[in-house]
């Protein structure tokens, strides 16, 4: 009986042996030889969904710290990258915002409408003792900030590679101011609140409005928040802080994602007695400036609600610093239109919205009218993996410039409550992408090429901030968010292929609307 076992133990071995050696073996040195039959193994060779995969397979483990380039910047080497030198559509006349005769006569106007102005108030306040720095306003039609306003095209409000750009960040560091004054939903507001409502007017968060020497704008807002404080689990969303590092920041990752649609950010360093207070003409700002007991200058917000000392910032002892928003244009000369966001959150304490209680929500924005055809959803989708690589979930509205219609990208404006928690990643923000498994091609493969160790987001994203003159922008925690928070995303993205397939989720950019896109928009101004 023995001898009957190992003589089966014998012969299962030789059939073993004889199967290894002759199939098992010889397929194996095919798939070795470097046909790449059965294994896409080149990982560097960045390609189409075909190996999507493959991709989206990513875990925080193949984040490798080593990974480099092609030389010593992997931001460089990001923007020099085949996915960041694609060809867009040609941009036509008629789809730039502005054309630039018509521009420089609208500012031509304002300039001499400001200079007739000052000549009057410098008389009014000549016999007062009010001291006003008064300084020489120079036009001039070749200023950034102008070249910024031309260059706003139907598919972004800069092209890649501007040089305007990142000349414009440095005028907003560097120059004179001449005037500050309240935004206007500050001065929309007169001084009054309603405190019972729960979300509170947006010009209690102290913006203001600052003119530079060349008849520039740009938007303050000033340091709320240290860099390394977390906003408090108990802290609803809608009453955190605005924090001028986060609106920073996403100016950065903004570009990094090749969206272009946040206005350019810069950080600086504030005289609240020089730049602000001797430069203001409005009385009502004026007043809201103190000495605290420290001898640090401060001033808090207009309104009622907030119109105490202790929600007042002060500097150290004048100098405060904040974030520097680049102005669009006018409003009388380039509309734009408010619209809420399908997926709004609750701003009540116990509430909820449809979404978040309707796994199927989606297919009812679907149906609906501008969401039925054209890009305004997938733009959607695309600020929605904006907002939660920041971990924003203040989006309650978007706005379109009404020049573009329907098919116009939505503006990423007001990110100031973004990167406050680095610790937490909330996943609802991602609900648009989640629950209508959509995505545009452009827009994966470069989240994809981010999620490599030679272009790793934080990577990138801490060498563009350094340039920015309050780097550190972010802690090395809300660095890592980052990545953790990609890898997320591309989950997402491969769980929707999986259950519906690449064709049905990954959608080509560029989509032409099956309706007439002004349609809406002359609608909602004819209301």
């Not at 470097?34 to 189409?48: D, E, I, M, Y």
């Not at 995969?53 to 092609?70: E, F, I, K």
């Not at 960040?169 to 609140?193: H, P, W, Y």
Request: charged share 25%; net charge positive.
């Amino acid at each position: 009986m023995r001898k009957d076992r190992l003589f089966l133990a014998v012969i299962l071995t030789a059939i073993f042996s004889a199967d290894l050696y002759f199939i098992l073996l010889p397929k194996l040195r095919n798939a070795g030889d470097g046909s790449g039959r059965f294994c896409s193994c080149q990982r560097s060779n960045f390609s189409l969904p075909g190996q999507f995969s493959n991709w989206t397979a990513l875990t925080l483990q193949d984040l490798d710290p080593s990974g480099r380039g092609n030389g010593s910047s992997k931001l460089d080497g990001l923007f020099t990258h085949p996915l960041y030198n694609t060809e867009k559509p040609t941009v036509a006349a008629a789809e730039r915002l502005l054309q630039s005769d018509r521009l420089m006569d609208y500012y031509r106007k304002k300039v001499s409408r400001w200079e007739r102005h000052m000549k009057l108030y410098n008389e009014a306040v000549a016999a007062s003792n009010i001291t006003v720095t008064d300084y020489q306003v120079t036009f001039d039609p070749d200023a950034n900030w102008l070249k910024f306003h031309t260059g706003i095209s139907r598919h972004a409000l800069y092209s890649r590679h501007d040089p305007a750009i990142a000349r414009l960040l440095l005028d907003m560091r560097d120059m004179t101011v001449i005037n500050s004054d309240f935004t206007q939903d500050e001065k929309a507001l007169k001084g009054t609140c309603d405190c019972s409502q729960v979300v509170k007017p947006s010009g209690h968060h102290l913006k203001l409005a600052l003119k530079m020497q060349n008849f520039g704008k740009a938007m303050f807002k000033p340091m709320r928040q240290q860099r390394d404080e977390e906003t408090p689990e108990d802290v609803f969303f809608f009453v955190d802080v605005q924090r001028h590092n986060a609106e920073i920041a996403a100016f950065h990752l903004d570009s990094i994602l090749d969206f272009r649609r946040v206005p350019p950010v810069v950080g600086r360093f504030l005289n609240l007695t020089g730049e602000v207070l001797q430069v203001t003409r409005n009385d009502d700002l004026r007043g809201v400036f103190f000495t605290s007991p420290a001898n640090n200058t401060c001033f808090f917000a207009k309104c009622l609600y907030v119109c105490k000392t202790e929600y007042a910032v002060c500097g150290s002892p004048d100098l405060l610093e904040g974030s520097l928003s680049a102005y669009l244009p006018g409003l009388s000369i380039a509309p734009r239109i408010s619209i809420p966001n399908p997926w709004i959150r609750s701003y009540t304490f116990t509430g909820q919205e449809e979404w978040q209680v309707n796994p199927s929500y989606c297919d009812t924005i679907k149906k609906l009218y501008p969401y039925n055809s054209g890009n305004r959803l997938l733009n959607i989708i695309d600020m929605s993996v904006f907002d939660f690589l920041m971990g924003n979930m203040d989006r309650h509205h978007y706005e379109i410039f009404t020049e573009f219609g329907d098919e116009g990208f939505l503006l990423h404006l007001d990110n100031a409550r973004g990167f406050g928690k680095h610790s937490k990643d909330e996943m609802s923000i991602l609900a648009p992408l989640s629950q209508c498994c959509m995505i545009k091609r452009s827009t994966l493969l470069r989240l994809q090429l981010l999620a490599q160790p030679q272009f790793r987001l934080s990577d990138v994203m801490r060498e563009s901030l350094q340039k920015d003159p309050l780097h550190p922008i972010l802690t090395e925690a809300h660095l890592s968010a980052l990545d953790r928070r990609l890898i997320k995303i591309l989950r997402a993205v491969q769980r929707c292929t999986r259950k519906l397939g690449d064709a049905r989720v990954i959608t080509d950019d560029f989509v032409r609307a099956a309706v007439n896109p002004r349609a809406y928009t002359e609608s909602k101004k004819a209301r």
